[in-house]
């Protein structure tokens, strides 16, 4: 199920990276210029925002099993219709006098916004199901599984997109072809998920025998009493977290094609190998984050400590992003693929604090979570969008990418004082 849900993350981040891979080649071609594709990418944010408070409240209430196959058939249809922009009898119905290159923009933006919204019902239902499946200790790890999806598919797209480049393709073959894996993965799901395979109570650990799933014995134990103050100052301290790495990755992740290309002067090719290399080092920094946390807690760490060491040396990692503007060339994307490591190593930390949260709501209170995040992600593209077109100076999105996780990590000394309770009875169990 894990494996599953990990090629999920590699079917969403397929379908949003292509756009970011292919985006200096459509400029011309649709003038799609960088104010218009900061709007685009603030629409996509501001969309998966309100979809992640969506899917979040319907997730808690019908569960994943069957919300997962629906969110993945609305975002594949969304990457399958992108291409429609070539079609000048569909977008002449959009153009607006006076902007040249309206109708294809706004088809462009209108499918984003959709493909932005259908996408955030993923980690909803991909939380619960990891919440279902793993023990305490193993989440990190299992969400790092779940996550390193993410710089899979991020990995591939650039590659794809060259071999497609160079065989003769057409951009619209990546829209086509991912759209329809994603239609495939529904089938599959639904095969290895059956009705009842989420019901049961989650697993738990045992002294003897670490991270195998038992039962639940007949005799439960309380819930700890709800006490307001623990709730907010845990809240807080996941609202820093997540506007912190979601502004950190999704700028990045949005802009670095762009900013190799048109600002630094690389090659569409050279541009295609250092995109995956990112990703490969991000990849190797979730599974790194999880590990870190193993390693610390077998040691005879407590967990939390872990988790806020693990964090505190992911987030000096991504300070690194701040140093690339300023030295350019091939060390600046030295720096860039190493603060890779550190952004997504991020993560998995904040996945595990966000499943500390009341299990009643988990999908909906993490929703919320992301819906801040992205918002915030969606007026800094918008932003971004505008500066970079007037000054095609990338520095300043830089900086934040570099330093916004370090007001996680005070939030995390400061707010966060001891773990939750529920982690404290799975150590006792």
Known sequence: MCGAMMFATLLNYMDRQVLPQIATELKSAYNLDDARYGQIAGNFAYAFALGSIFFGFVADRIGPRLLYPI??????????ATPMMRDQALTIRFEQPGEP?????YWLLYCRTLLGFFEAGHWPCALLTARQILTTRDRPLGNGLLQSGASLGAILVPLYVMAVRNLGGGWEVAFWTIGAA?????????ILVRRGSLDQAPPVETSENEGEYFPPAPVSIPEAPFQWGQFIRIYLTLFAVILGISASWQFIREWLPKFLKESQGFSADAADVIVPVYYIAAELGCFAAGLLVRWLVARGREVHSARVTGYAV????TASAALAPLVGGWFGVGLIVLAGAGILGLHPYYYALAQELPAKHMALLSGILAAAGWFAVGKLQEVMGVRIKETGNYNIGFYIAGLTPM????ALLVLWKSAPQHERRDEVT
């Open 182 to 190: 994603g239609l495939l993965w529904v089938p599959v799901w639904l």
């Open 71 to 80: 969110v993945l058939i609305g975002w594949s249809l969304a990457g399958l």
């Open 407 to 410: 007001a996680g990590l005070i």
């Open 314 to 317: 992911f987030a000096l990692v």
């Open 101 to 105: 290159g309206s109708g294809p923009y």
